[in-house]
C-alpha cells in the first residue's frame, strides 16, 4: 500500500505518518513546513518507505507527481490557528480551499482509493446542543472555522460530481505528544505545558469551568486509519473522545499556579462531540482515558522547551483582534 500525507510533518500528521509505517505502508508527506517540523518525522529518517517532499499543497502541478500509485490521501494540511487566522483571512482561506481543491484534484486524477478529510469541530461554533451531532448547523466563528469548513464542502462536491471516495473526519480538540507550538497563541496543551517549564502560572481563561472534548492523538490516528479501511463514503463524522474536561481539570493533572484571564468572545462554554455515528459506522470509540494522555505528554514535556511562554500581558496583546473582531 501506498498512502500520501498531506501535513505529515505537523502534530496530527506525523502520527499518522508513524502508524501507516508501522502497518507496513510506503508513505509521502507533502508539507511545506508552514507550521510544521522536519523534526516531527526526525525518528523515522531511517525508515526507506518514507519519502517526504516540502511543497505547498496549492502547487498543483508539482503535487502531482507524487500521487502515482498511492492509495489512500490523508489531507491533513491546513493553516490551524484562530487569532492568526483573524488576521490573515486570504492565507486561512487559499490554505483551506485552493490547498483542498488541489489536493483533491490530484486525488481524483490517481484514482485513489479512499480520500480523508482532516474537518474541525469549530464549525459548530456554539452549538444548540450538547453532544453535538454532526447535523448541527454550521457556525463558523472565524475565517479559521470558515476556511475549514469550506474545505469539507469541497471534499463532499468532490464525493458528490467525480464519485471521490472520500470521508470527513471533523476532530474535537485533539492532544498529544509534538502538539503544536508555533510562535502565535494557541491550543492550551502548548500554551500549559510552555507556562509550566518555566515555572509560570497557567493562564486560564474565565474560571476554567469550560470544558473541552480533549481526543487523544493516537484514538485520532485510528479513526482516520479505520475510516480508510472501511467500505463508508461521503460521510461526514464527529471524532471526540465521548467525554468532555474542564480546564480547572487539566490544570489539577497538570499541577502548577494559576493566572485568570478574560474569557473571549466567539468561544463556546463547551465542546462535545456525539459520537454515535462513528460508533455505528467504524465501530470506533476513543479509549485513552484523559489523565493517561496527559501524562504521557508530561512524560515528554521537554519537547515544549522552544515553545514560546506566554504570560497575562502578552495574551493580551497577542489576542487584541479577536477581542476587537469577535465581540
Ligand atoms: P499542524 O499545524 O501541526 O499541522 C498542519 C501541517 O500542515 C503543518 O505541518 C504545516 O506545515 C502543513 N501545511 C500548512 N499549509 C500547508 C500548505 N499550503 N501546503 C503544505 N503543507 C501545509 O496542525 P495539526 O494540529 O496537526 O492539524 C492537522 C489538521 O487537523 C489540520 O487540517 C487541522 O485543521 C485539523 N484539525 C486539528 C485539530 C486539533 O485539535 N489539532 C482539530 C480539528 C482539526
Redesign the pocket.
Known sequence: MRSLV??G?????SHLVDRLLAEGHEVVV???????HRGNLEHLKRQDELEFHE????DHDEICKHFEAVEWVFH?????DIVPSIQKPLEYLR?GVD?TISVLEAARHAGVKKFLY????SCYGIPDAYPTPEDAEVRPQYPYALA?NLGEQCVMHWVQVYGLPAISLR?F??YGPRA?TTGTYG?VFGVFLAQKLAGKPFTVVGDGTQTRDFTYVIDVVEAFTSAAKSDVIGEIMNVGSSQTYSINRLVELLGGEVVHIPKRPGEPSCTFADVSKIRKLLNWKAVTRFDEGVAIMLKNIDYWRDAPVWESSNVREQTKDWFKYLA
Open positions: 498531506t501535513g510533518a505537523g502534530f496530527i500528521g507533502l508539507d511545506d513546513l508552514s507550521t510544521g511543497v505547498d499543497v496549492r491533513l494540511a491546513a493553516l490551524a490554505a490547498g482532516a474537518a474541525s469541530s475549514k476532530l480538540n485533539v503544536r491550543a
